[in-house]
């Protein structure tokens, strides 16, 4: 299994990013996916996740109405697109197998929200 987000940097309070993450090893179109960010200093918190379906979402209360996850089944590939990025938001971000987040996981790409 292998995962590799892309898409991290440094944004101002109000800007917009697109994480990439990029799947192989496993049928990627078979599983559910998730959006999972860890801040320095606090757990892992689980923020989206999408069923192989490619239409059933699921948000927590925290990003919800802000981000948006979608996945590309024919390229192996899902999305996490974030708009009006608060300083809270910043975090490392990554994705991992399953609805909870708990599977096989990437390394993660970095998200500064900072003016």
């Known amino acids: 299994v292998q995962l590799v987000e892309s898409g991290g940097g440094l944004v101002q309070p ?13 049928p990627f179109t078979t599983y559910t996916m998730s959006w999972v ?3 320095p200093g606090k757990g892992p918190e689980r923020i ?4 192989a379906d490619a239409v059933t979402t699921h948000y927590e209360d925290s990003v919800k109405g802000r981000f948006t ?45 900072s003016s």
């Open 37 to 39: 960010r860890q801040a």
């Open 48 to 51: 989206s996740y999408i069923l």
């Open 69 to 113: 996850i979608s996945r590309d089944n024919a390229k192996n590939t899902l999305f996490l697109q974030m708009n009006s990025l608060k300083p809270e938001d910043t975090a490392n971000y990554y994705c991992a197998t399953g609805s909870m987040g708990r599977g096989s996981r990437g390394q993660g790409t970095q998200v500064t929200v």
């Open 14 to 26: 109000g800007g917009s990013l697109r994480l990439s993450c990029v799947a192989s090893g496993f």
